[in-house]
């Protein structure tokens, strides 16, 4: 992968990452053209002669320099508020999936089936297959049907941890004696990867996360297999 590649979100994977994509792009834009503005008036300020000692105020140009910038604020702060409000909805989930948070692991529960309950694990490199990734690929993956909303609870047994899926546009602390919640929305199948975002001990790198998005017919087949 490319350094340029690096520098960019990953490509988005749910409806809700795709909108943050959008905002980011939308944002930048109108750093770039301030960025533009600004560095060409600070360049042909540095390098014209023009003078005028007399100039002790200009109360339009004070309005103007104080109305621009809060419509440009207007133009960013009204989709952030939106989406703010659209990663805080919760609209009936098909299935609740909760995730506990150990030193230095993840636990997963699926509260709508019984006894569907395990631990994830990082795989240690040198018993790692070929096709794997290195420090991202789990023994147990999560297994959840695309085109659904899942809601997930999150907490934690120890310290504080943090589910990060950055390709769903996910992001939870996982506090204990807290129970926090959010929602995701796959739209395409695939395995997407994440990593507890929070400092949380010396194997916090070593607790990755794995989500194995398939459709709703193998995920049914799946939890009848597996109870």
């Known amino acids: 992968m490319s350094t340029w590649s690096n520098m960019n979100f990953q490509n988005g994977a749910s409806p809700l990452m795709e909108q943050i994509i959008f905002f980011h792009d939308h944002t930048l834009i109108i750093l770039i053209i301030i960025t533009i ?42 989709p952030s508020l939106r989406l703010l409000y659209l990663l805080d909805e919760l609209n009936n989930p098909l299935i609740t999936l909760k995730t506990i948070g150990h030193q230095w692991y993840w636990s997963y529960e699926y509260s709508d089936f019984s006894n569907v309950q395990f631990d994830s694990y990082m795989i240690p490199t040198n018993e790692l297959p070929l096709s794997y990734f290195r ?24 310290v504080i941890h943090s589910w990060t899926i950055p390709s769903l546009g996910i992001k939870v602390d996982a506090n204990p004696g807290r129970l926090n919640q959010t929602n995701f929305y796959i739209n395409q199948p695939g395995i997407f990867y994440g990593q507890c975002s929070e400092i949380c001990g010396a194997n916090h790198s070593f607790m990755p996360i794995v989500i194995e998005s398939i459709s709703t017919k193998n995920f049914i087949n799946w939890i009848n297999n597996y109870s």
């Open 37 to 78: 503005l600004v560095g060409y008036l600070m360049i042909n300020l540095f390098f014209n002669k023009y003078i005028n000692r007399f100039l002790l105020e200009n109360q339009l140009i004070e309005l103007i320099w104080t109305v621009i910038p809060a419509i440009t604020l207007i133009f960013i702060a009204l």
């Open 135 to 158: 420090l991202l690929d789990v023994d147990n993956r999560i297994i959840l049907p695309m085109n659904n909303q899942i809601r997930i609870l999150v907490t934690a047994t120890d």
